[in-house]
């Protein structure tokens, strides 16, 4: 059974650093790996999708790597802003259901001015 | 080209009734998925529906819990005889096929009381 976990479950930093959530899986028969981002009572936004196949991916400030082997993916966001914070998700979607997503409780972001 | 499209958005439910949440797809998705977020907890899979059929209900639980996605119309997700642990958002997604990228709606919330 997939389990996911993220560290930390909370960060708070000031407005400009650069910081690094952690993911991590335990069945490293992915098929892909999404970050999201969830606003406090809002939906899902779809930060990075990244394949099995792929190492990283990057959107802007956002990016995301994939280590398969280890059952780790990091996001690293670059001089964040207040309009960062949110709940950071990742999920795995798993080898033959691509979409049956199993994904972690979240980092809860907050960037401070 | 509108996205996921989840209603109500909120609704309250007296213990005993039943509540129907309702997800309109992408256009030209035909893959829908329902995930729950329990209070302090991540989201977890429910089901996976393609028009008509039921993929994947391994994450329903056992009883008061149904889904649809008819030929016509949105995909259904309904609960019997709510109870206060029902108390959740309720998250649909969509995708043009089973590993495709999916996308989220902004997701029912439901509060029993």
């Not at chain 1, 098929?31 to 990057?58: A, C, H, M, V």
């Not at chain 2, 649809?68 to 119309?73: A, T, V």
């Not at chain 2, 642990?85 to 509060?111: H, I, K, M, V």
Request: glycine share 10%; charged share 20%.
């Amino acid at each position: 059974k997939q389990e996911v976990t993220q560290i930390p479950a909370a960060l708070s930093v000031p407005e400009g650093e650069n910081l690094v959530l952690n993911c991590s899986f335990t069945d490293s028969a992915i098929y892909n790996l999404q970050w999201f981002r969830q606003d406090p009572g809002k939906g899902l936004t779809s930060l990075l999708l990244i394949q099995s196949s792929q190492r990283e991916q990057t959107s802007g400030r956002l990016n995301a790597s994939l280590d398969k082997s280890s059952g780790r993916s990091t996001l690293y966001i670059a001089a964040s802003q207040p309009g960062d914070s949110a709940t950071y998700l990742c999920a795995v979607g798993r080898t033959g259901g691509g979409n049956k997503l199993t994904f972690g409780t979240g980092t809860q972001l907050k960037v401070e001015l | 080209n509108a996205g996921v499209m989840q209603n109500p958005r909120h609704l309250v439910r007296r213990r005993g009734q039943e509540a129907r949440l309702r997800c309109s797809p992408m256009k030209g998705h035909s893959h829908v998925y329902w995930y729950r977020q329990l209070p302090e907890e991540g989201l977890k899979f429910m089901v996976y529906l393609q028009k008509e059929n039921i993929i994947d209900e391994s994450g329903m639980p056992k009883e008061r819990f149904s889904a649809e996605f008819p030929k016509e119309g949105p995909s259904i997700l309904r609960i019997q005889q709510v109870v206060r642990g029902d108390s959740a958002a309720y998250f649909c997604a969509s995708s043009l096929d089973s590993n495709t990228e999916a996308f989220f709606g902004q997701g029912t919330r439901l509060t029993v009381v």
